[in-house]
């Protein structure tokens, strides 16, 4: 989906007189990125761990184990396996968009939950960079060892916490940088407004 396309779903989004800045998507496909170097290997040695495990706990009888062996052999084929394609599947539905006031965000199918978060609210802004420029930003103190290690955020409780696996990432957040610095609480414009009877 190209930036053009992303923009018409956030049009029926925008407040009067917003206008978009940037769109678009996190990185799409299966991603191998610079820490699976060290969850790959991980992964196996998990593996191989839980199905020698599972044949001492069989061979010795002592199926107490079996929850634990059954744990560690299910991580591993997670990390070293399947993580890779839930998490492409994830990517694929979803949308991002910078405005002149907000954060927008559309993911789920069908576009079916809709997040905004106004530029006056992002008291942090910070992002990481992957060795093809893409990466990820962060809004307020996320913490970032969630995205470092799995690729995405967690416990964020509804909010946006920042933008995932995007291309050109500090392009990006230049442009958030450079909104927010622009931008002027329309309460704040109010209150510095001349008072119209002390112009007569």
Do not use: H
């Not at 396309?5 to 996190?26: A, C, D, H, R, Y």
């Not at 191998?32 to 061979?59: C, E, K, Q, W």
């Not at 399947?82 to 199918?109: E, N």
């Not at 802004?125 to 103190?141: M, P, R, V």
Request: contains cysteine; positive net charge.
């Amino acid at each position: 989906m190209n930036t053009s396309t992303v923009g018409q779903l956030f049009i029926s989004k925008l407040k009067e007189n917003e206008k978009i800045l940037w769109t678009g998507v996190p990185k799409q496909k299966i991603l191998l990125r610079d820490i699976d170097m060290i969850l790959v290997p991980v992964s196996i040695i998990a593996i191989g761990f839980g199905v020698f495990l599972n044949f001492a706990i069989f061979y010795y009888q002592q199926f107490f184990f079996l929850p634990i062996s059954i744990t560690v052999a299910l991580a591993g084929f997670y990390i070293g396996i399947f993580r890779f394609f839930i998490d492409s599947k994830r990517r694929k539905s979803i949308w991002y968009c910078v405005t002149d006031k907000r954060i927008l965000m559309l993911s789920g199918k069908n576009q079916q939950k809709f997040q905004t978060l106004p530029l006056k609210d992002i008291e942090q802004l910070d992002y990481s960079e992957e060795k093809d420029d893409s990466g990820f930003i962060f809004f307020g103190n996320t913490n970032p060892i969630w995205p470092w290690l799995f690729g995405k955020f967690f416990f964020t409780f509804g909010a946006i916490p920042g933008f995932e696996l995007i291309p050109d990432v500090q392009k990006v957040n230049l442009i958030i940088k450079e909104a927010i610095g622009n931008y002027v609480d329309p309460f704040v414009l109010e209150k510095v407004k001349p008072d119209a009877k002390s112009l007569n």
